[in-house]
Structures are given as structure tokens and as C-alpha cells.
């Protein structure tokens, strides 16, 4: 069965501290992952990854995808309040389906 | 606008009615996708159109429901006797071409079955 597996499920830090979020994935006829991050609203497209060991950036925000061992992981550097979220990561297979993980709920004291 | 819209944001239905949401994905975007959202779950796939196809409805929980597309453009998620396990927020999101991968999400419906 295709799954998507993130961890931890949740996460406490103050403002400043670095935080690493995981996500494994089993799919069939994998494509690519993808990252969101969902305040009270619909997810918001963060980063998408096709190739293993090329890391992506967006400010303070970064990822990898190792396709080896089935994983990737959402840096997320210096962070702010506003960084509180829920982040999802989503694997793509050929077949244009997306299977989502449960999220991460990242919480950024002050 | 130049967003995925969705109608209506909330609706209660008393268990066995049917429903009907409603999806305006971005002009122009092939790609729709249908995703049902339980609470503290991430969104569960339930299908998918290029165009007016619909070339996957694996997702589907079961044959109440159902969804259209009919003219490439604005689609339409139908849930008929409602059941309380139907409670969700339904998301509608939808991508530039068949193999562009980013999706753009609405707000999603918040159905709430009493």
C-alpha cells in the first residue's frame, strides 16, 4: 500500500531555534515530492523534488530528497512565529496521484 | 480572481441528504484534483481530471459519491444520504498541464454531518 509517513507529529521551539521535519514515502511508480505547509487554510506549495541529494532553498526554508532510502526533509532555519504550521510533504506517482502524510504541526514560541 | 474557489466554505447537512460543492479551479488549468481532509489527517486523494476526463476515481470511498467535470473546466463533488463519517473539509486544487506538478489549493468545504 502506497503511504506517506512524516515525523515527528508535532514540534515545540522558540523563536530562533532550527528545525528539521521528516518524511518517508513508499510509492509505486514514484514521480516526485512535493512540500506544503497549511495554516487555517488550504495547503500552500512549498518545494517540489525529483532528484536525489539536490537540495532546494527558499530563504529559510530548504530540502533534500534522498530516493535511495525512500526520505526527504524540510529545513527550516532561524525560525519565526510565523513559520507555525502545519507542514505536509506529498509523494507523487506517474499516475498524477498524490498521497499526503499527516503532517508535521510546527509551534514557534515567541 | 485568480484562485481555486470553492462553494459553499461551510455546509451542514442532516444525515441522508445530499450535497453538492462546488470547485473553480484557476483559468486555464488542466489538472483537478479532489481531496478529502479529516480533522488532524492529511488530505486523502478521491480523484482526478485532466480536462473533462476523469482518469481516476480510485479514491472515492464508496458509490455515494460522485464527481463531474463536464466541460474541462468547473467540477462538481456530489455526495448523496450523507453519513456523519462524511464530515470533512473538501479540497479542490488544480495544476497548469497533465504532468506540472505544483497544485494550487481552494479553501476548501467544511461539511458537517448531523
Known amino acids: 500500500e502506497d503511504k506517506v509517513v512524516q515525523s515527528p507529529l508535532s514540534l515545540v521551539v522558540h523563536e530562533g531555534d532550527t528545525v528539521t521535519l521528516n518524511c518517508s514515502y513508499e510509492?509505486?511508480?514514484?514521480?516526485?515530492l512535493l512540500w506544503y505547509k497549511q495554516e487555517k487554510k488550504a495547503p500552500t506549495f512549498l518545494f517540489m523534488l525529483t532528484s536525489s541529494g539536490i537540495e532546494k532553498k527558499s530563504g529559510r526554508l530548504s530540502s533534500i530528497l534522498d530516493k535511495k532510502e525512500l526520505f526527504s526533509i524540510l529545513n527550516i532555519t532561524a525560525t519565526q512565529t510565523g513559520d507555525s504550521a502545519v507542514y505536509l510533504c506529498a509523494a507523487r506517482d506517474t499516475g498524477n496521484q498524490f498521497y499526503f502524510g499527516t503532517g508535521t504541526s510546527l509551534t514557534v514560541i515567541p | 480572481g485568480a484562485g481555486v474557489s470553492q462553494s459553499p466554505r461551510y455546509k451542514v447537512a442532516k444525515r441522508g441528504q445530499d450535497v453538492a460543492l462546488r470547485c473553480d479551479p484557476i483559468s486555464g488549468h488542466v489538472s483537478l484534483f479532489w481531496y478529502q481532509q479529516a480533522l488532524g489527517q492529511g488530505p486523502e486523494f478521491l480523484t482526478y481530471f485532466q480536462n473533462e476526463a476523469q482518469l481516476d476515481k480510485s479514491g472515492l470511498p464508496s458509490d455515494r459519491f460522485f464527481a463531474e467535470r463536464p466541460e474541462g473546466s468547473v467540477s462538481t463533488l456530489k455526495i448523496q444520504r450523507t453519513q456523519q463519517e462524511d464530515s470533512a473539509v473538501y479540497l479542490c486544487?488544480?495544476?497548469?498541464?497533465?504532468?506540472?506538478?505544483?497544485?494550487?489549493f481552494g479553501p476548501g468545504t467544511r461539511l458537517t454531518v448531523l
Open positions: 510509492v509505486t511508480n514514484f514521480r516526485s
Open positions: 486544487a488544480s495544476s497548469l498541464g497533465a504532468n506540472y506538478n505544483e497544485q494550487f
